[in-house]
Every structure is written in structure tokens, then in C-alpha cells.
């Protein structure tokens, strides 16, 4: 493709290959289809000189840049890792899918034939930042994967362009790492964290340009499950138990005002999530979400209280709940770290962008990773509408992250030769 940076050349050859993650398979990766991008991505990394790329059976990527510090100075800078996910989200296809490189002229974008799929500023009030620049969209037919194959090309961009410097950049010993099964909560049963071998890493997985995301839900997740007894319609009296009597009351235990549709920014909810059964069985399945560990613990006693409670107003049905935690909030980790966010900070200011630091209403493989002692943050990929047809991303906000990669790897470096600290 001519007149694009290669930053965006390499997106979209990224994603163009469908690796589409499957909640259902239970195999590490849970689609084989994930090693096609993989082995791509180990040639590619061989190619800009990173010897030890590898892609291992659980389709996880490592590649080494080393250090170029002088022997003595080399165990002054930790190794910093870069992370990012192969897989997509099973929201919409990706199957051929056809990225679009437009001019955003700052009138509505129509993708599909009949007018369903438009992207607009009325939407994304962010859009008008990028009127004359130019933004990868889909066909309107499937979503477009910048989460996360954008996290992936700016990565390996970056990584490139150092390799590029040579000792013109002093640096430190830089892991990479591409892993699969984000999507469905799994990277980080994949990753092998000892072989990565990094004292702190940044996942680059978020959304607009500038962002910084540092604090996540805290989850936990189940299903209860009412117990009746079925037996025909005709010869019924007395005997049927009908668990659907229980729903009601059920559902009074996920309140209305604290939904995810009707709470924002720091707000916890509680989320039904699906139903199925009849008559003589029924299973709900549910999600809690919030920001504060004991607020989460909380959330849970309610539903166990309340599902106790309406146990004893249906004596001839069993109810039970099984529920556990799922992922908790980085910042409790990030907290002890105060200088691994800082850097981050600095580096997206030195990139010439102010940083945007919202809570994310959701986990993230950074959050597993800090609570498996590699503190990760997450930055931006500067995707927007992620998991739907919708999605686009400007490329001015893909060069900015990769400048904002380098800029991390410059201040650290800078951070601890100076500080002479240890860590
Ligand atoms: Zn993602």
C-alpha cells in the first residue's frame, strides 16, 4: 500500500489473518488459527534482527532486543517487556476481513451498503481531532482487530525502529511478548512469566490516544442454580415444583440502578448474564464488578444472603449459588510501583499528548499479569469502537504509540542510570 506509514502497512496485514479466540475450546490456544499470525510474527521478528524470536506450543511469542548499555551499567536497568494480544474478539467475525484506509473529512462514514454501519462525530466526538487525517475502518462487515494487532504492529514498529538506532539509543535489556486467548480471559494461563524474565511490563491493549490505564474492575463471577421438579402439565397437582416461580424474586437481586447499562466511571454493578432451564431447572449466570476488593466482597455476601432468603420463601425448590473471584485490581500492585506508572506518564507527555487516565470497567491480561509479580499497566493502542464493525483507528494515534513505546524504553533507561536504584 502506497503513502502509509509502515506502522499501518504492518496493521493491516496483521489483521487480515483471522485468529479469533473460542471461549468453548478449553485447548491452550483455544483456536489453532492463533499460530498463523504467530509464525508470521517470529519471521517478522527475525527479519528486523530479534534472533531469538520463537513461538512456543501455547502459541506465545518471545523475542530478546538486548541491551546496548556498557557491561557495567547493564544490571543498573531492569528488563521491561512489551505485551500484546493475537487474538480477537468473537463479538463479530473476522473472517476476510478488508481494512479500508480513508480521509476523514469530517463527514460520516457509511460502511455498509444499507446504511446500518456509520461511523460518525456524533458518535466518537474524538473523530473531529482527525479531520485531513487518515483512518483504518472495515468493509462494514466484520470488526477490524486493531484489538489488538494494532498493540502488535506498534510494538514491533518500535522495536524496529531501535534496532534501526543501534547504539545511537541506549537501552536495556527489551522482552516482547505476543500472547494468545486475551479475549476470553486466558493469556495468561499461556504465558510463561519466569522465560519472559521481566521486572515490569506494559500491555499495549487500551483505546484512545493518550491513555493510561492503571486501575481495573475487581470480578467475580457464577451462577445460581434453582432445582424443581417437572412432570406433565396433565397430571401435575400436587406434585409439579416449577423453578420459574423463583425468578422474580431472583432477579430483585440484581438491581436495575446498579446494571452495567445504568452505571459509569467508579460504579460497581451486578450483571445477569444468561438464563436457560425450565420447569425443573434453571441456571442464571451472573457477573460483580467493582473497583473497590471489599465493595466486591460485599456484592457477594448480598447475592448469598439473597439467595438464602429466597430459598426460605420457596421451601419445594433447591437454590443454590456457586460463585468465585476472577481478577482483581491492578492498582493494589501498581500502588507499590509508583514508578513504573510515572514513566509511562512522562513518556506519553514527551510523545506531545496529554494522558488520559480512565478506570477500565473491564480486566485485562495486565491485571493477571501484576498479580503474578510482573506489575503491567496498560497503554494506548488508539483504536476506537473495539469488538464491533464500527472500529477504526487513525493512524496519526498508531505513530503516536509507537513514539510513545520508545519514549518508555528512553525514560526508563534514563530513570534508573541516574537514580542508580536498584529494583
Ligand atoms: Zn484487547
Known sequence: MKDIPIVAERFIRYAKISTQSSEQNKTIPSTEKQFDLANLLVKELKDIGLEDAQVDDKCVVYATIPSNLPPDLESKVPVIAFNSHLDTSASESDENINPQVVEYKGEDIILSKDNT??????????????????????????????????GIAEILTAADELMKLGSKKLHGKIRIMFSPDEEIGRGHVAVDLKKLGAKFAYT????????????????????????????????????????????????????????PETTKDLEPYYHPLAIKGSVGNISLYFILRNFDASG???????????????????????????????????KEILDKFPYIVEIARKAIEKTGLKVIEDPIRGGTDGARYSFMDLPTPNIFTGGFNFHSKKEFIPIFAMEKAVETILNIIDIATEWFLEKNSQI
Do not use: C, W
Open 117 to 150: 454501519v456509520i461511523i460518525s462525530s456524533k458518535e466518537n466526538p474524538q473523530l473531529n481531532d482527525y479531520i485531513g487525517k487518515k483512518i483504518i475502518t472495515t468493509d462494514g462487515t466484520t470488526l477490524l482487530g486493531a484489538d489488538d494487532k494494532a
Open 204 to 259: 499495549v491493549d487500551g483505546g484512545e490516544i493518550g491513555g493510561l490505564e492503571i486501575e481495573n474492575f475487581n470480578g467475580a463471577g457464577g451462577s445460581i442454580e434453582i432445582k424443581g421438579y417437572n412432570v406433565h402439565p396433565g397430571s401435575a397437582y400436587g406434585l409439579m415444583n416449577n423453578s420459574l416461580r423463583a425468578i422474580p424474586e431472583i432477579f430483585k437481586l440484581f438491581p436495575k440502578e446498579l446494571a
Open 296 to 330: 466486591l466482597d460485599e456484592q457477594m455476601k448480598n447475592i448469598q444472603d439473597g439467595v438464602n432468603k429466597v430459598q426460605s420463601l420457596f421451601p419445594d425448590l433447591k437454590i443454590s449459588v456457586k460463585m468465585e473471584k476472577q481478577y482483581k485490581n491492578m
